[in-house]
């Protein structure tokens, strides 16, 4: 896909678009969410800034997590055990903390998500319930170049259920020489495997090129023939809007590292739809946190598992309170700030890395990432060709923090929270230095 393709915008937010710094400036001056980039504490390499382009990967520390952090180990000091039913945030309801504003980053219901474990935990405590495969039903739908979790988990998922991963694997695959798998694609895919189907696994947005599916269209598709539709999440959560609830999505799961900014390795996310988070007779794996609240602290007096009939009915232990303080502090600036003011500086910092990449020398790399809004996140990925870790040894040298992977793929994400426009003009203006060599 060649960037000269994708129709650049001559204009944003009334500035008149030009390859300057200062018009880059002057879209920051008018950035009505440039105040959030002073709540976090922004990275230096050699007693320098840099400029930070891989929220992709690791979201950048709000300032509030090391003051909730501290408060909790306060906590533990001053009051130990009594902590669970004390102080400013008890640690026995903690994740419930969390709850709205974890419901509003992906569009669901209070009682569809609960924010517990890992990305991969979680999508494997889901696919027990979820994958029930029979003799007729028994295939797992996934994208090609899915994020690793997703093939081992389904991979994993197959075997531990006895089907032979090469019968019971779909990988759909873009057209050959192309990067994007289109809708459609995917689609007639789920059509061609009928009944054999019982579920699709998909990335709310491609991790490697960028693309956000058609999550309605798709989840629909699967319906008709009467497979389940999940989600990994991770790189679409804080990301782009998410309707999970609306969209008939069955199930999902997110990491809150990346775009939610919750600290390396921090506690993900779960979503079930109510259609299926109420039936109690569904089966998962037990564990006391789980349980009804009510019967939680019965201990051994209650022998039988009795789920919460909300997605809580799929955790399986106690929060790990240090490591929720930093989430609940970043998941509350997304409530406050709100998906759909993010979005909209997203797209004028996506566009406004369109219109710069159009005037870079068109040789030596090509655009992976869709050009059509409606497509895409905030994540540019570039493919150069037996070049690419070169290049992203250059732009970090230069100042200019972007992530590369495997075989020639640098990836950027200037994400709204705290990026501004002149950081998606030093990332161009570095990789034109380099392109142009």
């Known amino acids: 896909m060649s960037i000269a393709k994708l129709d650049p915008p001559t204009e944003i937010a009334g500035v008149r678009l030009d390859g300057s710094r200062e018009c880059a400036a002057a879209l920051d001056a008018r950035d009505p969410l440039a105040h959030l980039r002073d709540e976090f504490v922004l990275p230096k390499h050699a007693g320098r800034q840099v400029t930070y382009l891989t929220g992709n990967s690791l979201g950048l520390q709000p300032r509030a997590a090391r003051a909730a952090l501290l408060e909790e180990l306060d906590a533990w000091g001053e009051r130990a055990v009594d902590a669970h039913f004390e102080g400013a945030h008890p640690w026995f309801p903690y994740h419930e903390f969390l709850r709205s504003s974890a419901a509003h980053i992906v569009g669901a219901r209070e009682h569809e998500v609960v924010v517990m474990n890992s990305l991969t935990t979680n999508l494997h405590l889901l696919l027990t319930t979820f994958y029930r495969p029979t003799r007729s039903r028994f295939r797992i739908l996934i994208e090609d170049a899915a994020f690793p979790s997703d093939i081992y988990v389904a991979r994993t998922q197959l075997r531990l259920h006895g089907v032979d991963p090469q019968e019971g694997l779909i990988v759909v695959r873009p057209p050959t020489g192309e990067s994007v798998i289109r809708n459609e694609e995917i689609e007639n895919a789920i059509r061609a495997a009928g009944e054999s189907l019982a579920v699709v696994l998909l990335g709310g947005v491609n991790y490697f090129t960028g693309q956000l599916f058609d999550l309605p269209r798709l989840a629909r598709a699967a319906h008709e023939v009467g497979a389940i539709f999940g989600v990994d999440a991770a790189h679409a959560a804080g990301n782009v809007p998410l309707r999970l609830h609306d969209d008939g999505i069955d199930f999902a799961a997110w990491c809150s590292y990346k775009y939610l900014n919750s600290g390396p390795g921090a506690v993900a996310g779960a979503f079930v739809h109510e259609r ?57 600036m997304f409530e406050r700030v709100g998906m759909p003011a993010l979005r909209a500086k997203s797209e004028q910092l996506t566009a406004y890395a369109r219109f710069l990449l159009a005037l870079a020398p068109s040789a030596g790399y090509e655009v992976i990432t869709p050009g059509a809004m409606a497509e895409r996140g905030c994540q540019w990925s570039l493919r150069f060709p037996g070049r690419g870790r070169e290049v992203q040894a250059a732009l970090q040298a230069a100042g200019v923090v972007c992530d590369y992977r495997e075989p020639d793929v640098v990836r950027a994400a200037p994400t709204p929270m705290y990026n501004r426009f002149v950081d998606v003009w030093a990332f161009v203006e570095a990789a034109r230095s380099v392109i142009s060599k």
């Open 276 to 332: 299926h988070a109420r039936d109690t007779s569904l089966p998962r794996m037990g564990g006391w946190w789980g349980n009804d609240p009510k019967l939680r602290f019965r201990m051994h007096l209650e022998s039988e598992f009795v789920p919460t009939p909300t997605a809580d009915g799929w955790q399986l232990s106690n929060p790990p309170i240090l490591a929720l303080a930093p989430t609940r502090v970043a998941y509350e």
